[in-house]
């Protein structure tokens, strides 16, 4: 079993910490912006894995049954990332999204980078693509459209806060 890495953002003197109540306002309100605008997604598509609960929290408050999502690795710690995002297996099924509007959910465009290939990858596949994010950073290369909330800082995630569980000592 290969254990994902968790950053540990203990020494960091400021940070933004999103806890669980909290993201669920921001997906509300997040899900308001979105319902509010022209833009009327067919398919939530997630960016693996920081997207998924976003992504799952925003299809259900915009009443979208149709989601999956795209794999892709970039952070390897706080403030590491590997020199270029990668795409993971399994792909998306690519027939499934020509034509269609999707929504890309992410937690934060950090750097944008993934986000940015993850948007460029899926028009090229013919589909409309709107990204949306829980924060985004001003060094971002992409501008989300919907984005709850601003920050430079290190964010701390509510499920990414603590190291992965192992087995008990029985």
């Keep these: 079993m290969n254990l994902a ?96 509007r999707l929504l890309v959910v992410d937690d934060v465009a950090d750097s944008g980078r993934t986000l940015a290939l993850v948007l460029d990858i899926l028009r090229g596949q013919g589909a409309e693509a709107r990204s949306a994010v829980l924060y985004s950073k001003s060094a971002s290369v992409v501008d989300p459209d919907f984005v709850w909330r601003r920050t430079d800082e290190w964010i701390v995630f509510p499920w990414s806060a603590e190291p992965p569980v192992t087995p008990s000592q029985a």
């Design 5 to 100: 890495h968790h950053a540990d953002s203990a020494e960091l003197p400021t940070k933004e910490v999103l806890t669980w109540d909290l993201f669920g306002t921001a997906s509300r309100e997040l899900a308001q912006q979105i319902a509010d605008s022209d833009f009327r997604p067919e398919i939530v598509i997630a960016v693996a894995r920081g997207g998924l609960l976003p992504a799952g929290s925003l299809s259900y408050a915009l009443g979208l049954k149709l989601a999956d999502a795209i794999n892709v690795e970039f952070y390897t710690d706080v403030h590491e990332t590997l020199p270029d995002p990668v795409l993971l297996a399994p792909m998306l099924d690519e027939d499934a999204i020509k034509g269609k």
